[in-house]
């Protein structure tokens, strides 16, 4: 498998999450990447696409970038937002804040950058 490359742009609305999953899983296909990352991708990004669309604003560009190669994987996503993520204590009565506990858990890695006056947030996954 040689190394893949794409990069898409969604506005920050609800349903940013499911159209990613659509292209993720459509992208994968083509790629013929490696089944046992697909869910766990498609979680995650649901997870990062998610906090953006409630966190960024509704005046950016969210970018989504995806490599893949010999059985990894690394999908960052663009918001524009200078607020970086941190994983929450779980309030257990708090009906949100659990997205980057899930991203910490499901990732191999993750972090996060500057990028063109935002940030831009990621995770690596690996095949089994």
């Given at each position: 498998?040689?190394?893949?490359?794409?990069?898409?742009?969604?506005?920050?609305?609800?349903?940013?999450?499911?159209?990613?999953?659509?292209?993720?899983?459509?992208?994968f296909d083509a790629w013929s990447l490696d089944a046992t990352l697909h869910v766990d991708a498609k979680v995650l990004v649901t997870e990062l696409i998610s906090n953006a669309v409630d966190h960024a604003g509704s005046d950016v560009v969210l970018e989504l970038d995806v490599t893949a190669s010999d059985g990894w994987l690394r999908?960052?996503?663009?918001?524009?937002?200078?607020?970086?993520?941190?994983?929450?204590?779980?309030?257990?009565?708090?009906p949100r804040g659990r997205g980057m506990q899930i991203v910490a858990?499901?990732?191999?890695?993750?972090?996060?950058?500057e990028r063109d006056g935002g940030k831009r947030v990621w995770f690596e996954l690996t095949g089994s």
């Open positions: 498998m040689g190394t893949f490359r794409a990069s898409f742009e969604f506005p920050p609305s609800p349903h940013a999450p499911g159209r990613a999953r659509r292209l993720l899983g459509e992208l999908v960052g996503l663009a918001d524009g937002s200078t607020i970086r993520p941190v994983v929450r204590e779980l309030d257990r009565s708090a858990e499901l990732a191999d890695r993750w972090g996060s950058e």
